[in-house]
Nanobody, 124 residues
Framework: QVQLVESGGGLVQAGGDLKLSCEAS????????MGWFRQAPGKQREFVGA????????NYADSVKGRFTISGDSAKNTIYLQMNSLKPEDTAVYYC?????????????????WGQGTQVTVSS
């Protein structure tokens, strides 16, 4: 098994920036990709972006393209989410996830392990 621990959430004003981090505890879980999802109150959990270790190029949801940047360190099984120009509609619990496959990363079913989530609140 693997544990994912997110950090970096908080309260920020609209237009501000935040950086989230997520580290996976296991080096033997066979992680091939890591991703970020978010869930706003009353809404379903949605894909934010993902990074496949061997490809090295992140992909993003349209709603965050140009504002959010994903980076990571495959040796440390750590992924980051730099969020710039935050909007009130970015308010959500952000979840980190790890996958042992390299497809279906835009779907919740593509992941094998999830973090507990970290709250991001953007005030207007």
């Amino acid at each position: 098994q693997v544990q994912l621990v997110e950090s970096g959430g908080g309260l920020v004003q609209a237009g501000g920036d935040l950086k989230l981090s997520c580290e996976a505890s296991s080096r033997t879980f066979g992680i091939r990709a890591m991703g970020w999802f978010r869930q706003a109150p009353g809404k379903q959990r949605e894909f934010v972006g993902a990074l496949h270790w061997s490809v090295g190029i992140p992909n993003y949801a349209d709603s965050v393209k140009g504002r959010f940047t994903i980076s990571g360190d495959s040796a440390k099984n750590t992924i980051y989410l730099q969020m710039n120009s935050l909007k009130p509609e970015d308010t959500a619990v952000y979840y980190c996830a790890a996958a042992r496959r390299d497809y279906g990363l835009e779907l919740r079913s593509g992941y094998d392990a999830w973090g507990q989530g970290t709250q991001v609140t953007v005030s207007s």
